[in-house]
């Protein structure tokens, strides 16, 4: 080999280094940037799947507690230590402007399927109160039937309709909790 070729060679082997160089800090930023962006969406995803884990939580202990206190108020006996049916009407009115207000804080964080049914589940609350509330009208007088009626309806409410729809709200905030963790 001569001269010239040799220097041809080290000038074109440096320039191919420095190209590769220059390629390889590019990508190494470009994909650096990308991984700094998948983080900040995945901390974000993760900062709303505990939020929603957390909402979900407080609003189905709630839920419960109202669904109790419902049962309470339309059980047809109480034990001799038990409070009366009008306690438990007191708390559960209480315990539903709590819930709902709860609700309304977190309503954004839960996906549609849960507003649906806890929404529908508020519904059936909102009758059985109804309901209760009718029953002492009704039994002034000449309305006896009536007061019966508004008694059966929200005892049906309460030990038949909820106990589903709570456990549908249970089935849809499981999915939220464990399945898109695995997603």
Excluded at 103 to 128: G, P, Q, R, W
Excluded at 155 to 178: C, F, M, Q
Aim: aromatic share 8%; glycine share 4%.
């Amino acid at each position: 080999m001569n001269w010239q070729s040799i220097v041809l060679t080290s000038i074109a082997s440096g320039v191919v280094s420095g190209v590769v160089a220059v390629v390889v800090v590019l990508l190494k930023q470009f994909y650096d940037q990308r991984i700094e962006e998948q983080k900040a969406k995945y901390g974000c995803a993760s900062w709303v799947h505990q939020r929603q884990v957390e909402a979900l939580t407080k609003l189905f202990v709630e839920l419960h507690r109202m669904k109790d206190l419902l049962q309470g108020a339309t059980r047809g006996f109480k034990s001799q230590d038990e409070m009366s049916q009008e306690g438990y009407f007191e708390k559960w009115q209480l315990k539903a402007a709590e819930t709902w207000s709860e609700y309304i804080e977190h309503k954004l964080l839960l996906n549609k399927a849960i507003v649906t049914s806890i929404e529908e589940l508020f519904d059936k609350f909102n009758e059985a109160g109804i309901a209760i509330r009718l029953a002492p009208i009704y039994s002034e007088g000449e309305m006896r039937k009536e007061a019966i009626a508004a008694q059966i309806k929200a005892k049906e409410i309460a030990h038949k309709l909820i106990p589903p729809l709570l456990d549908a709200i249970e089935s849809e905030a499981r999915i939220v909790v464990h399945d898109e963790c695995r997603s």
